[in-house]
């Protein structure tokens, strides 16, 4: 199917032959046919394995999404971990930067002790 699909996706459906599919596939002509029975049943196929991976992911997208939400909202860990952690990686890089910028030690000294810039 995958076959079909990229030849599909690079001509149009007139343009790719159930040998073509075959012969990319390493099948034999017979064997598409067998399961397939020609090429506009093959294209239908394609067209709805597309579709069905297209759904697939739209699907694993919207799951992963709802549940990063979840997460920063209701999770155990929640909004404040993730600040703390956005905290963390800042600090640590201006503490990198503080050993080679007297300014960004300065930076780095005020907000330790909670004073704003």
Do not use: C, N
């Not at 599909?8 to 032959?17: I, L, N, Q, W, Y």
């Amino acid at each position: 199917m995958a076959v079909a699909l990229e030849l599909f996706g690079k001509r149009d459906a007139e343009g790719v032959s159930i040998d073509d599919v075959a012969s990319a596939a390493g099948a034999s002509r017979a064997l598409v046919y067998h399961y397939f029975g020609g090429k506009q049943e093959l294209h239908v196929a394609a067209l709805k394995s597309a579709a069905a991976q297209l759904e697939a992911r739209r699907s694993w997208t919207a799951s992963v999404e709802t549940a990063g939400l979840d997460w920063l909202e209701h999770g155990d860990m929640g909004r404040p971990a993730l600040e703390r952690m956005l905290v963390d990686q800042m600090l640590a890089l201006l503490g990198v930067a503080a050993r080679r910028d007297p300014q960004a030690g300065e930076l780095l000294e005020k907000l330790i002790r909670g004073q704003a810039p």
